[in-house]
């Protein structure tokens, strides 16, 4: 058993989480379209990567984020994480809210990115580009199916993808290699594909040479602005919750790592040199 604490029904900011770096994609859209809040960003760097660690683990892992959130006055959460979503969402909004406190919520990045889907294919034939973690979890095809019965799924793991954006060689020669070999992985097992989902945050670092290497015709979807779009849809669909949400216009960066060295990497997705400050989870 966890130990609960109760906490402040006081509004407070939109909290942001990732396991590392790639959830500033989805961050630096949100902010875009909804400049007028406040956010925290935390980073769990120091324990990244989740695409290949266990389901219990990844559970773990958010469930210790999302509390620290939650102390720091967070009253909504956005897991913007891909393996956090797919292998911890289900069981803290159905297990941990309802205990911790039934008023937050926790929202993730899947559900959003595939209810644009069936707007965007037209051979109803979709890939899933994403970590290990997220393939296996099948989360993609099964909320795919939820919405969109008829669309065909074929998810490829991309393992390399995510080291060559966190040491920044993404932009390297060498990089082509893996970027070419799972695409043509991908559309090898299906050549009716027309829709590409990148389902990983870190991947829009990669969308140069992703477009590259897809061939023409091809739609590349990346999720930072549907994302986005759907909170933006959720707050005015519940304004209990967006009164619950501060409006500064301030963000409050974190990360369980050093935090120069968050800082350095970060300023690489956000184009802009940022403060950050290093917090422990329990």
């Known amino acids: ?5 109760q906490y402040s029904k006081a509004a407070g900011p939109i909290g942001i989480f990732d396991s590392g770096y790639g959830g500033l994609t989805i961050y630096n859209e949100i902010k875009k379209l909804l400049p007028q809040y406040d956010y925290i960003y935390l980073g769990d760097n120091a324990r990244t990567p989740y695409g290949t660690r266990s389901f219990d683990i990844v559970y773990e892992f958010t469930r ?5 959130l939650f102390k720091q006055g967070c009253q909504l959460v956005i897991l913007a994480c891909n393996t956090a979503s797919a292998k911890a969402l289900r069981t803290i909004q159905q297990v941990d809210i309802p205990t911790l406190d039934p008023s937050r919520r926790v929202l993730g990045i899947i559900r959003p990115t595939v209810e644009f889907i069936g707007d965007v294919t037209k051979s109803r034939h979709v890939g899933v580009l994403a970590t290990e973690g997220t393939i296996k979890s099948r989360s993609y095809p099964l909320e795919i199916r939820k919405l969109f019965p008829e669309i065909e799924v074929v998810g490829e793991a991309c393992p390399m993808w995510v080291p060559l954006v966190e040491t920044n060689e993404h932009n390297s020669d060498g990089a082509d290699f893996f970027v070419k070999r799972h695409i043509d992985n991908l559309l090898a097992r299906d050549n009716e594909i027309d829709t590409i989902i990148l389902g990983c945050t870190h991947y829009p670092m990669l969308l140069d040479k992703i477009r590259k290497y897809t061939p023409e015709g091809i739609t590349l979807l990346t ?9 933006k849809d959720y707050l005015n669909r519940h304004p209990e919750m967006d009164n619950l949400c501060t409006k500064g216009g301030e963000t409050i960066f974190c990360t369980t790592e050093a935090d120069g060295k968050f800082g350095d990497q970060a300023s690489l997705f956000l184009q802009q040199p940022i403060d950050v400050k290093t917090v422990t989870l329990e």
């Open 1 to 5: 058993m966890h130990n609960y604490i």
């Open 64 to 68: 210790q984020s999302v509390c620290h």
């Open 223 to 231: 999720q930072g602005a549907a994302v986005a779009a759907s909170l």
